[in-house]
């Protein structure tokens, strides 16, 4: 790839992310998103993942959702494809204090490189068990384009992102996800995913949307 196609793309991604920033106050609540994941490669085919997650809503002011996550990944199918099952324990503030989840959630990651990019769509079905309603089904999926950069030995990926998810249940499309980020290695096996998400959900036939800054640290052994 050129390196005018290169600086256009690094362009592309500084505005998406500035652009969501600018209205971030002006459209729905600003939220801080904090994530800590670690990897552990059993060997080159399967793979052990523990990730945690904090949200921070209402202006970054109150502490309103947590979940923990373990799973494993298969890559041993084909090169194009990683295969998981994983099992997400999830707490949430609600008007009726807080209540929890259980949502084993089953993926399929399909991976492409193409001119230098990167692209990856995961496909996740999830079997959602809320405690206090009924069972249900949902399925996300996440569509990513990044292209990895080096500037004097710093290696770091910009890339934007579209995720959709579908409740099965009410029959509709009902939460969009808009990312744009960039993941920074900052040694050999840790790295941080910095990015802004620009969230719609549709609530009682009204949609409401959340700007949010998020941050991800990724371990890997």
């Given at each position: 790839?050129?390196?005018?196609?290169?600086?256009f793309?690094?362009?592309?991604?500084?505005i998406?992310?500035?652009?969501?920033?600018?209205?971030?106050?002006?459209?729905?609540?600003?939220?801080?998103?904090?994530?800590?994941?670690?990897?552990?490669?059993?060997?080159?085919?399967?793979?052990?993942?523990?990730?945690?997650?904090?949200?921070?809503?209402?202006?970054?002011?109150?502490?309103?959702?947590?979940?923990s996550?373990?799973?494993?990944?298969?890559?041993?199918l084909?090169?194009?494809?990683d295969?998981?099952?994983?099992?997400?324990?999830?707490?949430?503030?609600?008007?009726?204090?807080?209540?929890?989840?259980?949502?084993?959630?089953?993926?399929?990651?399909?991976?492409?490189?193409?001119?230098?990019?990167?692209?990856?769509?995961?496909?996740?079905?999830?079997?959602?068990?809320?405690?206090?309603?009924?069972?249900?089904?949902?399925?996300?999926?996440?569509?990513?384009?990044?292209?990895?950069?080096e500037?004097?030995?710093?290696?770091?990926?910009?890339?934007?992102?579209?995720?959709?998810?579908?409740?099965?249940?009410?029959?509709?499309l009902?939460?969009?996800?808009?990312?744009?980020?960039?993941?920074?290695?900052?040694?050999?096996?840790?790295?941080?995913?910095?990015?802004?998400?620009?969230?719609?959900?549709?609530?009682?036939?009204?949609?409401?949307?959340?700007?949010?800054?998020?941050?991800?640290?990724?371990?890997?052994?």
């Open positions: 790839m050129s390196n005018r196609g290169k600086i793309f690094v362009a592309l991604t500084v998406l992310f500035l652009s969501g920033a600018c209205f971030a106050f002006d459209d729905g609540d600003f939220q801080y998103w904090n994530t800590e994941n670690i990897s552990y490669k059993i060997n080159e085919d399967w793979k052990i993942k523990v990730e945690e997650e904090f949200r921070f809503g209402d202006g970054v002011s109150d502490f309103y959702y947590q979940h996550d373990v799973g494993v990944t298969y890559a041993g084909a090169e194009w494809l295969v998981g099952v994983n099992y997400r324990l999830a707490f949430e503030e609600g008007s009726n204090g807080w209540e929890y989840e259980n949502r084993p959630h089953f993926n399929a990651t399909l991976k492409h490189k193409t001119d230098g990019f990167s692209l990856s769509n995961r496909g996740r079905l999830e079997w959602r068990m809320p405690e206090n309603s009924n069972t249900k089904w949902r399925y996300r999926n996440k569509f990513t384009v990044g292209y990895p950069l500037l004097d030995q710093f290696k770091f990926t910009p890339y934007v992102a579209d995720e959709v998810f579908v409740d099965f249940d009410a029959g509709e009902n939460r969009n996800r808009l990312y744009a980020g960039a993941n920074f290695k900052i040694i050999k096996n840790l790295s941080l995913d910095v990015f802004y998400l620009w969230q719609f959900s549709k609530k009682s036939k009204h949609w409401i949307s959340y700007n949010v800054l998020g941050t991800k640290i990724k371990l890997l052994f």
